[in-house]
């Protein structure tokens, strides 16, 4: 009797944990911005300096560390990267100058992208089989989302408790604690044709580098990055200072969000728990649907409530329904970027593929966050990045349209 290949499977489980931790830790970043720049008296743009070349090493590091786990094994490449991680948090929380937290983030970076999407996203989507590969990288994105939500709140309460230089260092040692799960990632049956396993990373590189539809997917993908690692990096401060008051004895007030430093915190928190919903949604769409165009209607939308809440007075009201809404389209484009790089190129090597598409994700995020601090010293706010934001959505919605949704043939590989 034939029975269908379980969902939850270990990989996909120990996956989800992984990816958890590291992105709790990496969203909370926009907490420290304020407390670290008071403590030292540095600028806003030095810190976000710091949070951007920790996005671009995380850029850089993506499809390194995909060839590396390819190469060597996952498992392998994920304790490389989660040891990377805890040492620069260390070494970040003996940093007294802006010049030592931008060098050791680049640490941090790496760190997070040898436990982040690109190494989990391809070892999930090769131990699934072809009906739950969609949902399958779903699950493991919007266990990122699960992270988002928990790692604000979680940095904003320990700040509440001791400095920020012993919250890095309990960061640090949340990273190392994952690696107590590695042994239950088994090794899975690979679910790539024998032609994919036989092709060289020489050719498959080749093919997609000569598809103009991977050129249009990297450009396509970095307006999302631009605007995830702004509203991350700059959003609890952009909330604090311009959010009005919140009313006593409101429904803010009883949850104990009595201040705007707190909503901040929360907003990132409410984004990515609204962001599990829309991720997985994705997933269960991007099987049925033509994923391209799921793509293109997600960067419309995010365009239409960006544009939406800038123009509109910020009230906590507001800042709500903007998180929940854009929580809804945050991670959703993952799950559908990573499948079509599957689909199109093949399972054998999707993770240096995805890894180099990532790489442009994360020159937006780069842009974004260095660009948010560096306009905010000179106008003394973010409204001119905040509409960069929203046209670099709108050219998305419209590169991903040409892209051609069909599975390029495997190269012919000598006898």
Known sequence: MHTSPKLFTPVLIVGCVIILASFAVR???GVFQIPIAEEFGWLRSDFSLAIAIQNLAWGIGQPIFGAVAEKIG?????IIGAIMYAAGLVASSF???????QLLEIVVGFGVAGTGFGVILAVVGRAASDDNRSMS??????AGSAGQVVGAPFAEYLLGMMPWQSVFLVFAGMILAVL?????????????SKAELEESMGQILGRALRDPSFSLIFIGFF???????????????????????IAPGGILHGLGITT??????VSISFIGLFNICGTLLAGWLGKRYTKKYLLSGIYVLRTIVAAGFILLPMTPASVLVFSALMGGLWLATVPLTSGLVAHIWGLRYMGTLYGIVFFSHQLGGFLGVWLGGRMYDIYGNYTLVWWVGVGVGALSAIVHLPIRENRTPTAAVPA
């Open 95 to 101: 940093a007294v100058t802006p010049g030592a937290h």
């Open 27 to 29: 969203a909370s970043f």
């Open 180 to 192: 107590l799960l590695l042994p239950f990632m088994r090794s899975p049956v690979p679910m790539a």
């Open 223 to 245: 307006s999302c990055g631009y605007q995830l690692a702004f509203i991350t990096a700059h959003f609890p401060a952009f909330v604090t200072e311009v959010c009005g008051p």
């Open 260 to 265: 705007t430093s707190a909503l901040g915190a």
């Open 137 to 142: 990288l779903a699950i493991a994105t919007a």
């Open 74 to 78: 996952d498992r392998k490449a994920i």
